[in-house]
């Protein structure tokens, strides 16, 4: 099984390289920036029903014979029970992101693993999607801009900016999706050079701003957050404040956390990430207000181990793997949310459902 050990993690980064990354911006496109699809792509539609099934997936584009795998389990599970639409949870593009929206990246990590499993896919930005310097240091957001020009040429790939929201159906939404970027609050190497991504600059400001705002005039029965970075996680990364057990901010996550506690919590009932290459479903606590963390980022990549053995590995979890490829499946309706994890054979790329609970 992949693990991660070939991977640059916070406790060895230097904080000091932050000053290689200076100088790297460009102003982010906010919803009303959106780029359009381009002429002669025709988007696949959104469904218009009282019934949303969808999957769940994150940290899947590596290219590998790993994705291929789940992507296998993926198409065998969508022809026997049909999808509605999907969530790519970031890292969507290993391990440096996209040099641009016409890279051939997006065709050997995206299209062609996905073959047949023709439905929106909505796109969040990750670590990787905006590498600088080494892989996932998250230190170039310019990088991401590409993975959102490249909404104008797919037909699957959605992400129209680099935070967005999908109300499904339309009209009388049974759920909305909020798609976040917390990547200027969690990056390895700080965009402490260029004040428009700041934690509290420009690209944040509106991003709280529209969210909020978003959130209020929302109908939908079920409001879902989608990040790259999660808020809780008993994995390697760890809970956002505590990232990989540095103790220095902003690195260690510390306004992620501050993000998440002051504009999600307690307003949508779930969050959804990945990051953390794993598969979790963890219950809601005072701090969260309710709202639900499930981590979903073992599409390709496993943590290749247990939960880290430390005292901050404390969330209470309905069900956690680290060492299975995987995915997660949620039916929605107006009365109920129902989630089913499907774990991985590498050698065969056959799932088993491992878990299955309604949690709503």
């Not at 022809?79 to 790519?88: D, F, N, Q, T, V």
């Not at 959804?272 to 709202?291: F, I, N, R, W, Y």
């Amino acid at each position: 099984m992949v693990s991660d050990s070939d991977t640059i993690g916070r406790r060895e980064f230097v904080v000091g390289a932050a000053a290689l990354a200076a100088g790297a911006t460009l102003v982010g496109r906010t919803p009303a920036q959106a780029v359009p699809v381009a002429d002669g792509v025709a988007k696949f539609s959104f469904p218009d029903e009282g019934r949303v099934r969808v999957l769940v997936t994150g940290d899947a584009g590596t290219g590998t014979r790993t994705q291929w795998a789940v992507a296998d389990a993926m198409r065998t599970f969508h022809s026997r029970e049909p999808i509605s639409l999907a969530l790519g949870l970031g890292d969507n593009i290993y391990e440096n992101g996209p040099h641009d929206a016409a890279d051939g990246q997006f065709a050997d990590k995206f299209e062609n693993p996905n073959e047949g499993l023709d439905f929106p896919w909505l796109m969040v930005l990750g670590n990787h999607d905006n590498s600088a310097i080494f892989p996932g240091d998250g230190g170039w957001l310019l990088r991401g801009n590409a993975e959102v020009e490249y909404h104008a040429r797919s037909r699957r790939w959605w992400m129209p900016s680099r935070y967005y929201s999908v109300r499904v159906p339309e009209q009388n939404p049974v759920v909305e999706f909020f798609v976040l970027d917390v990547n200027p609050l969690a990056a390895y190497l700080p965009p402490i050079f260029s004040p428009y991504w700041a934690a509290d600059g420009q690209f944040m400001n509106e991003q709280r701003a529209w969210l909020d705002r978003a959130l209020a005039e929302s109908t939908a029965t079920w409001k879902i957050a989608c990040t790259h970075h999660p808020y809780s996680s008993n994995g390697p990364h760890g809970d956002a404040g505590h990232y990989d057990g540095v103790p220095i901010a902003p690195i260690n996550g510390v306004h992620v956390k501050s993000f998440i506690e002051d504009h999600v919590a307690g307003r949508c009932q779930f969050i959804l990430s990945g990051h953390d290459h794993s598969l979790q479903v963890l219950e809601p606590t005072t701090a969260s207000k309710g709202t639900r963390q499930i981590v979903s980022g073992a599409a390709a990549k496993t943590v290749g181990s247990e939960a880290r053995n430390t005292e901050d590995a404390s969330n209470t979890a309905l069900y956690e793997n680290y060492h299975e490829l995987g995915f997660m499946v949620l039916d929605l309706t107006a009365n109920a949310v129902d989630l089913r994890v499907h774990t991985v054979d590498l050698a065969n790329g056959t799932s088993t459902e491992a878990f299955a609970r309604r949690l709503g």
